[in-house]
Protein backbone atom coordinates (compact mmCIF):
# COMPACT_ATOMS: atom_id res chain seq x y z
CA UNK A 1 0.00 0.00 0.00
CA UNK A 2 1.68 3.37 -1.20
CA UNK A 3 3.02 6.18 1.57
CA UNK A 4 3.30 9.47 1.90
CA UNK A 5 6.41 8.94 1.34
CA UNK A 6 5.78 7.33 -1.99
CA UNK A 7 3.67 10.52 -3.15
CA UNK A 8 5.87 12.51 -2.24
CA UNK A 9 8.96 10.94 -4.13
CA UNK A 10 7.08 10.50 -7.11
CA UNK A 11 5.24 14.02 -6.97
CA UNK A 12 8.92 15.85 -6.09
CA UNK A 13 7.70 17.51 -2.71
CA UNK A 14 8.30 17.08 0.75
CA UNK A 15 6.28 14.33 2.97
CA UNK A 16 5.04 17.95 4.89
CA UNK A 17 3.93 19.27 0.94
CA UNK A 18 1.43 16.25 0.84
CA UNK A 19 0.33 17.07 3.96
CA UNK A 20 -0.77 20.03 3.34
CA UNK A 21 -2.23 19.18 0.18
CA UNK A 22 -4.27 16.58 1.54
CA UNK A 23 -5.21 19.29 4.48
CA UNK A 24 -5.31 22.83 3.63
CA UNK A 25 -4.99 22.82 -0.06
CA UNK A 26 -5.49 26.25 -0.51
CA UNK A 27 -1.89 27.05 0.71
CA UNK A 28 -0.21 25.14 -2.58
CA UNK A 29 0.01 26.21 -5.39
CA UNK A 30 -2.29 24.92 -8.49
CA UNK A 31 0.72 23.37 -10.00
CA UNK A 32 2.00 21.85 -7.12
CA UNK A 33 -1.25 20.73 -6.13
CA UNK A 34 -1.56 19.02 -10.30
CA UNK A 35 1.30 17.35 -9.20
CA UNK A 36 0.36 15.46 -5.92
CA UNK A 37 -3.20 14.73 -7.33
CA UNK A 38 -1.92 13.01 -10.01
CA UNK A 39 0.85 11.04 -7.51
CA UNK A 40 -1.93 10.19 -5.97
CA UNK A 41 -3.91 8.98 -8.17
CA UNK A 42 -1.31 6.58 -9.99
CA UNK A 43 -0.38 5.10 -6.86
CA UNK A 44 -3.94 4.66 -5.45
CA UNK A 45 -2.87 6.22 -2.35
CA UNK A 46 -5.55 6.25 0.80
CA UNK A 47 -4.95 8.63 3.09
CA UNK A 48 -4.89 7.15 6.58
CA UNK A 49 -7.72 8.84 8.57
CA UNK A 50 -7.63 6.62 11.18
CA UNK A 51 -3.91 7.09 12.30
CA UNK A 52 -4.46 10.98 11.76
CA UNK A 53 -7.62 10.96 14.56
CA UNK A 54 -5.76 8.73 16.87
CA UNK A 55 -2.37 11.25 16.59
CA UNK A 56 -4.53 13.85 17.13
CA UNK A 57 -6.51 12.85 20.25
CA UNK A 58 -9.99 12.56 18.91
CA UNK A 59 -10.56 8.82 18.61
CA UNK A 60 -9.26 5.49 20.08
CA UNK A 61 -10.50 2.14 20.27
CA UNK A 62 -11.35 -0.40 17.30
CA UNK A 63 -13.70 1.12 14.18
CA UNK A 64 -16.67 -0.77 12.45
CA UNK A 65 -17.21 0.70 9.04
CA UNK A 66 -21.01 0.37 7.81
CA UNK A 67 -22.01 0.54 4.02
CA UNK A 68 -25.95 1.57 4.44
CA UNK A 69 -27.53 0.73 1.09
CA UNK A 70 -30.81 2.95 2.06
CA UNK A 71 -30.63 1.81 5.71
CA UNK A 72 -30.21 5.68 6.88
CA UNK A 73 -32.98 7.00 5.01
CA UNK A 74 -35.49 4.27 5.49
CA UNK A 75 -38.03 5.19 8.88
CA UNK A 76 -38.62 1.41 9.48
CA UNK A 77 -35.27 0.19 8.92
CA UNK A 78 -32.52 2.75 11.08
CA UNK A 79 -33.17 0.66 13.91
CA UNK A 80 -30.27 -1.54 12.32
CA UNK A 81 -28.23 1.32 12.38
CA UNK A 82 -29.36 1.55 15.80
CA UNK A 83 -28.38 -1.61 16.86
CA UNK A 84 -24.87 -1.30 15.16
CA UNK A 85 -24.21 1.79 16.52
CA UNK A 86 -25.24 1.17 20.25
CA UNK A 87 -23.73 -2.63 20.34
CA UNK A 88 -20.05 -0.42 19.36
CA UNK A 89 -20.27 1.68 21.99
CA UNK A 90 -21.37 -0.99 24.48
CA UNK A 91 -17.93 -2.53 23.61
CA UNK A 92 -15.80 0.70 23.22
CA UNK A 93 -15.87 0.74 19.35
CA UNK A 94 -16.39 3.63 17.15
CA UNK A 95 -19.16 3.35 13.91
CA UNK A 96 -18.38 4.62 11.01
CA UNK A 97 -21.43 4.59 8.25
CA UNK A 98 -21.46 5.77 4.55
CA UNK A 99 -24.59 6.05 3.17
CA UNK A 100 -25.25 4.74 -0.25
CA UNK A 101 -27.86 5.46 -2.68
CA UNK A 102 -27.22 3.34 -5.16
CA UNK A 103 -27.21 -0.29 -5.62
CA UNK A 104 -23.70 -0.60 -4.29
CA UNK A 105 -21.00 1.84 -3.35
CA UNK A 106 -18.93 3.69 -5.94
CA UNK A 107 -15.48 4.58 -6.01
CA UNK A 108 -15.07 7.52 -4.45
CA UNK A 109 -17.34 5.79 -1.03
CA UNK A 110 -14.80 2.52 -1.02
CA UNK A 111 -12.08 5.03 -1.06
CA UNK A 112 -13.51 6.95 1.58
CA UNK A 113 -13.93 3.63 3.89
CA UNK A 114 -10.57 2.60 3.56
CA UNK A 115 -9.43 5.51 4.68
CA UNK A 116 -10.59 5.06 7.92
CA UNK A 117 -9.18 1.66 8.11
CA UNK A 118 -12.03 0.04 9.57
CA UNK A 119 -11.56 -2.76 11.93
CA UNK A 120 -14.19 -4.90 10.25
CA UNK A 121 -17.35 -4.08 7.58
CA UNK A 122 -20.72 -4.45 7.50
CA UNK A 123 -23.23 -3.92 4.69
CA UNK A 124 -26.21 -3.54 5.30
CA UNK A 125 -29.69 -2.67 3.36
CA UNK A 126 -33.15 -1.49 3.94
CA UNK A 127 -34.85 -4.72 3.07
CA UNK A 128 -33.68 -8.42 2.27
CA UNK A 129 -31.30 -8.11 -1.01
CA UNK A 130 -28.73 -9.82 -2.82
CA UNK A 131 -25.05 -7.85 -3.15
CA UNK A 132 -22.38 -7.72 -4.81
CA UNK A 133 -19.54 -7.36 -3.32
CA UNK A 134 -16.84 -5.05 -4.74
CA UNK A 135 -13.26 -5.58 -5.01
CA UNK A 136 -10.44 -3.72 -3.18
CA UNK A 137 -11.41 -4.36 0.40
CA UNK A 138 -8.52 -6.38 1.33
CA UNK A 139 -8.30 -8.81 4.27
CA UNK A 140 -10.80 -7.17 6.47
CA UNK A 141 -13.87 -8.90 7.96
CA UNK A 142 -16.75 -8.09 6.28
CA UNK A 143 -20.43 -9.14 7.56
CA UNK A 144 -23.63 -8.53 5.61
CA UNK A 145 -26.74 -7.70 7.31
CA UNK A 146 -30.40 -8.03 6.18
CA UNK A 147 -28.75 -9.11 2.54
CA UNK A 148 -26.57 -11.61 1.35
CA UNK A 149 -24.04 -12.87 -1.78
CA UNK A 150 -23.62 -15.50 -3.89
CA UNK A 151 -20.24 -14.37 -4.52
CA UNK A 152 -18.29 -15.56 -0.96
CA UNK A 153 -18.53 -17.64 1.73
CA UNK A 154 -19.58 -14.65 4.20
CA UNK A 155 -21.68 -14.54 7.20
CA UNK A 156 -24.97 -13.04 6.23
CA UNK A 157 -27.27 -12.23 8.98
CA UNK A 158 -30.87 -12.07 7.43
CA UNK A 159 -34.72 -12.24 9.41
CA UNK A 160 -36.55 -15.86 9.31
CA UNK A 161 -38.88 -15.06 7.33
CA UNK A 162 -40.61 -18.31 6.90
CA UNK A 163 -40.89 -19.11 10.63
CA UNK A 164 -42.27 -15.38 11.40
CA UNK A 165 -45.02 -16.16 8.70
CA UNK A 166 -45.32 -19.34 10.45
CA UNK A 167 -45.93 -17.39 13.90
CA UNK A 168 -48.40 -15.03 12.64
CA UNK A 169 -50.74 -17.78 10.23
CA UNK A 170 -50.61 -20.21 12.85
CA UNK A 171 -52.12 -17.07 15.34
CA UNK A 172 -54.62 -15.84 12.67
CA UNK A 173 -56.09 -19.81 11.95
CA UNK A 174 -55.97 -20.51 15.66
CA UNK A 175 -58.72 -17.90 16.10
CA UNK A 176 -60.62 -19.18 13.56
CA UNK A 177 -60.22 -17.88 10.42
CA UNK A 178 -60.49 -20.40 7.57
CA UNK A 179 -61.02 -18.26 4.62
CA UNK A 180 -57.74 -16.41 4.19
CA UNK A 181 -56.78 -13.69 1.53
CA UNK A 182 -52.98 -13.27 0.99
CA UNK A 183 -52.07 -9.86 0.01
CA UNK A 184 -48.51 -10.79 -1.03
CA UNK A 185 -45.12 -8.73 -1.81
CA UNK A 186 -44.03 -8.98 -5.24
CA UNK A 187 -43.10 -12.58 -6.10
CA UNK A 188 -39.73 -10.94 -7.04
CA UNK A 189 -39.10 -10.35 -3.54
CA UNK A 190 -36.59 -12.81 -2.22
CA UNK A 191 -38.68 -12.76 0.64
CA UNK A 192 -41.80 -14.45 -0.86
CA UNK A 193 -40.80 -18.26 -1.06
CA UNK A 194 -40.05 -17.85 2.55
CA UNK A 195 -43.49 -16.27 3.26
CA UNK A 196 -45.21 -19.06 1.72
CA UNK A 197 -43.40 -21.67 2.87
CA UNK A 198 -44.23 -20.29 6.43
CA UNK A 199 -47.92 -19.68 5.60
CA UNK A 200 -48.26 -23.32 3.63
CA UNK A 201 -46.50 -24.66 7.03
CA UNK A 202 -48.97 -23.39 9.29
CA UNK A 203 -51.79 -24.30 6.64
CA UNK A 204 -51.17 -27.84 7.03
CA UNK A 205 -51.02 -27.66 10.77
CA UNK A 206 -54.83 -26.34 10.58
CA UNK A 207 -56.00 -28.93 8.35
CA UNK A 208 -56.55 -26.28 5.42
CA UNK A 209 -54.54 -27.23 2.20
CA UNK A 210 -52.71 -24.70 -0.63
CA UNK A 211 -55.79 -24.34 -2.78
CA UNK A 212 -57.48 -22.85 0.50
CA UNK A 213 -55.36 -19.78 0.41
CA UNK A 214 -56.56 -17.19 -2.16
CA UNK A 215 -53.73 -15.31 -3.53
CA UNK A 216 -52.79 -11.99 -5.08
CA UNK A 217 -49.39 -10.92 -5.86
CA UNK A 218 -48.75 -7.28 -6.13
CA UNK A 219 -46.92 -6.36 -9.86
CA UNK A 220 -44.22 -4.42 -7.60
CA UNK A 221 -42.66 -2.92 -4.96
CA UNK A 222 -45.01 0.19 -4.94
CA UNK A 223 -48.13 -1.02 -6.30
CA UNK A 224 -50.29 -0.43 -3.42
CA UNK A 225 -52.80 1.29 -5.80
CA UNK A 226 -54.12 -2.54 -7.20
CA UNK A 227 -55.26 -3.60 -3.23
CA UNK A 228 -58.11 -1.62 -3.07
CA UNK A 229 -59.42 -3.43 -6.80
CA UNK A 230 -58.31 -6.86 -5.64
CA UNK A 231 -60.17 -6.71 -2.35
CA UNK A 232 -63.27 -5.49 -4.33
CA UNK A 233 -62.94 -8.60 -6.48
CA UNK A 234 -62.89 -10.68 -3.59
CA UNK A 235 -65.90 -9.54 -1.74
CA UNK A 236 -67.94 -8.84 -4.51
CA UNK A 237 -67.40 -12.43 -6.15
CA UNK A 238 -67.03 -14.67 -3.60
CA UNK A 239 -69.95 -16.89 -1.91
CA UNK A 240 -67.45 -17.26 0.82
CA UNK A 241 -65.74 -13.42 1.07
CA UNK A 242 -62.07 -13.07 3.43
CA UNK A 243 -62.33 -13.66 6.97
CA UNK A 244 -58.40 -12.97 7.04
CA UNK A 245 -55.91 -10.77 5.32
CA UNK A 246 -52.42 -12.05 5.52
CA UNK A 247 -50.64 -8.73 4.18
CA UNK A 248 -47.21 -8.71 2.62
CA UNK A 249 -46.10 -5.60 5.04
CA UNK A 250 -48.12 -3.30 6.81
CA UNK A 251 -48.37 -1.17 4.29
CA UNK A 252 -50.17 -3.27 2.14
CA UNK A 253 -52.37 -3.40 5.87
CA UNK A 254 -52.66 0.15 5.86
CA UNK A 255 -54.14 0.33 2.48
CA UNK A 256 -56.78 -2.96 3.60
CA UNK A 257 -57.74 -1.21 6.75
CA UNK A 258 -58.88 1.95 4.60
CA UNK A 259 -60.98 -0.36 2.15
CA UNK A 260 -62.67 -2.38 5.18
CA UNK A 261 -63.51 0.46 7.21
CA UNK A 262 -64.97 2.72 4.43
CA UNK A 263 -67.53 -0.79 3.97
CA UNK A 264 -68.28 -1.16 7.33
CA UNK A 265 -66.72 -4.41 7.78
CA UNK A 266 -65.18 -4.61 11.27
CA UNK A 267 -61.65 -5.58 12.11
CA UNK A 268 -61.36 -8.20 13.60
CA UNK A 269 -64.92 -9.01 13.79
CA UNK A 270 -65.91 -9.32 10.37
CA UNK A 271 -62.58 -9.74 9.07
CA UNK A 272 -59.07 -10.18 10.71
CA UNK A 273 -56.25 -8.57 9.34
CA UNK A 274 -51.90 -9.70 9.95
CA UNK A 275 -49.35 -7.51 8.79
CA UNK A 276 -46.02 -7.88 8.94
CA UNK A 277 -42.75 -5.52 9.54
CA UNK A 278 -44.23 -3.53 12.56
CA UNK A 279 -43.54 -0.30 11.40
CA UNK A 280 -41.64 1.60 13.64
CA UNK A 281 -44.36 4.31 15.38
CA UNK A 282 -47.31 3.11 12.86
CA UNK A 283 -48.52 -0.23 13.25
CA UNK A 284 -49.60 0.52 16.72
CA UNK A 285 -51.71 3.73 15.66
CA UNK A 286 -54.43 1.28 13.40
CA UNK A 287 -57.80 1.29 14.78
CA UNK A 288 -57.76 -1.45 15.63
CA UNK A 289 -53.97 -1.75 16.69
CA UNK A 290 -52.94 -4.22 14.11
CA UNK A 291 -51.45 -7.97 14.87
CA UNK A 292 -48.11 -8.06 12.94
CA UNK A 293 -44.46 -9.80 12.72
CA UNK A 294 -41.49 -7.99 13.77
CA UNK A 295 -38.90 -7.66 11.41
CA UNK A 296 -35.47 -7.83 13.91
CA UNK A 297 -33.64 -4.59 12.13
CA UNK A 298 -32.64 -3.92 15.66
CA UNK A 299 -31.21 -7.32 16.65
CA UNK A 300 -29.71 -7.92 12.79
CA UNK A 301 -27.42 -4.86 13.15
CA UNK A 302 -26.73 -6.18 17.36
CA UNK A 303 -25.97 -9.26 15.87
CA UNK A 304 -23.51 -7.77 12.62
CA UNK A 305 -21.70 -5.96 15.13
CA UNK A 306 -20.93 -8.65 18.41
CA UNK A 307 -19.63 -10.75 15.27
CA UNK A 308 -17.10 -8.73 14.50
CA UNK A 309 -16.43 -7.58 18.16
CA UNK A 310 -16.51 -10.95 19.14
CA UNK A 311 -14.14 -12.73 16.03
CA UNK A 312 -17.39 -15.00 15.59
CA UNK A 313 -16.43 -18.04 13.01
CA UNK A 314 -19.95 -18.46 11.68
CA UNK A 315 -20.26 -18.56 7.60
CA UNK A 316 -23.60 -18.52 5.52
CA UNK A 317 -27.21 -17.36 6.39
CA UNK A 318 -27.98 -17.07 9.70
CA UNK A 319 -31.43 -16.38 10.61
CA UNK A 320 -32.67 -14.40 13.41
CA UNK A 321 -36.44 -14.62 14.67
CA UNK A 322 -39.19 -12.66 13.44
CA UNK A 323 -41.67 -12.88 16.76
CA UNK A 324 -45.36 -11.96 16.55
CA UNK A 325 -46.56 -8.94 18.22
CA UNK A 326 -50.09 -9.44 19.04
CA UNK A 327 -52.29 -7.00 19.29
CA UNK A 328 -56.46 -6.32 18.67
CA UNK A 329 -56.62 -7.29 14.38
CA UNK A 330 -57.40 -10.74 14.71
Not at 166 to 194: D, E, F, I, T, V
Not at 225 to 230: R, S
Request: proline share 7%; aromatic share 6%.
Amino acid sequence: MASVKDVARLAGVSAMTVSRALNSPDKLSAETLARIQAAIQALGYVPDLAARRTRGGHSSGKTIGVFALGTATTPFAVDLLLGLERTAREHDWNLFIVNLLDEGPRPQDLALMLAHRPDGIVFSSMHLCQVEIPAGLGERPLVLSNCHTLAADLPCYVPDDSAGQYLGMRAALARGARQPLCLNLPRHSLAWPLRQAGMLRACREAGLTAADLRQYDLSGDDAYQEIPAELERRFAADQSPPDLLVCGNDRIALVAYQWLLARGLRIPTDVAVLGYDNMVGVAELFHPPLTTVQLPHFELGRQAALHLIEARTDRGLIRLPCPLVERASL
